[in-house]
């Protein structure tokens, strides 16, 4: 019974080390940041993630939008779509028109509450439409998001937002990544359990 008792604190023990001090984050990154394809196009989905009830978007939220306005800015898209219910989407077009992506062209799908919804609804509004079209997430999202919108019927490229990968440099954070990590590799498994990817 005690030797029970002793192997949890040595489990947490190693797993804490295992986090804290090796790349295993970085490897599991790796693949859930594919395709990374960092392309240029002529529409650029934007996957809302949290926003807070005052409308300021939250952090991976945020993420997104400073990722998407450099991106408008640096490979000259003609319209950004925003997705995302519960005032997500319209808080980053907010903070897109603020950093100076012009209104006419920040377009929001403000129902979708989860990834596939994003992609369904997303779908519904611009399959027709023409040119090529980039997904923009956060890294650990894109492999989700990419074969959702995909499944949907949207022919889409990436364009991830740096995030867990440039988290998991500050040691204090790498448990939140860690976290963040099962949690999508949850997801990603109840996607292919669903068909939904």
């Given at each position: 019974?005690?030797?029970?008792l002793?192997?949890?604190?040595a489990?947490?023990?190693?797993?804490?080390?295992?986090?804290?001090?090796?790349?295993?984050?970085?490897?599991w990154?790796?693949p859930l940041?594919?395709?990374?394809d960092?392309?240029?196009?002529?529409?650029?989905?934007?996957?809302?993630?949290e926003?807070?009830?005052?409308?300021?978007?939250?952090?991976?939220?945020?993420?997104r939008?400073l990722?998407?306005?450099?991106?408008y800015?640096?490979?000259?898209?003609?319209?950004?779509v925003?997705?995302?219910?519960?005032?997500?989407?319209?808080g980053?077009?907010t903070y897109?028109?603020?950093?100076?992506?012009p209104?006419?062209r920040?377009?929001?799908?403000?129902?979708a509450?989860?990834?596939?919804?994003?992609?369904?609804?997303?779908?519904?509004?611009?399959?027709?439409?023409?040119?090529?079209?980039?997904?923009l997430?956060?890294?650990?999202?894109?492999?989700?998001?990419?074969?959702t919108?995909?499944k949907?019927?949207?022919?889409v490229r990436?364009?991830?937002a740096p995030?867990a990968?440039?988290?998991?440099?500050?040691?204090?954070?790498?448990?939140?990544?860690?976290l963040?990590?099962?949690?999508?590799?949850?997801?990603?498994g109840?996607?292919?359990?669903?068909?939904?990817?």
């Open positions: 019974m005690l030797r029970r002793l192997a949890i604190p489990a947490i023990g190693v797993l804490w080390l295992v986090v804290t001090f090796t790349p295993v984050l970085a490897w990154i790796a940041s594919r395709p990374w960092d392309a240029a196009g002529d529409t650029l989905i934007v996957l809302g993630s926003v807070h009830e005052d409308g300021m978007v939250g952090y991976r939220s945020y993420l939008a990722h998407a306005a450099r991106v800015r640096e490979r000259g898209f003609k319209k950004v925003v997705t995302g219910g519960n005032g997500i989407a319209q980053i077009r897109l028109i603020g950093s100076g992506v209104a006419e920040v377009i929001t799908e403000d129902q509450m989860s990834t596939r919804q994003n992609a369904l609804f997303t779908a519904r509004m611009i399959s027709l439409w023409p040119g090529r079209k980039v997904l997430t956060s890294d650990i999202h894109t492999f989700r998001a990419w074969r919108f995909r949907a019927g949207l022919d990436t364009s991830p995030d990968g440039k988290r998991i440099h500050t040691r204090l954070d790498r448990w939140n990544v860690f963040d990590l099962c949690a999508e590799s949850t997801k990603i109840w996607y292919w359990l669903h068909g939904w990817i």
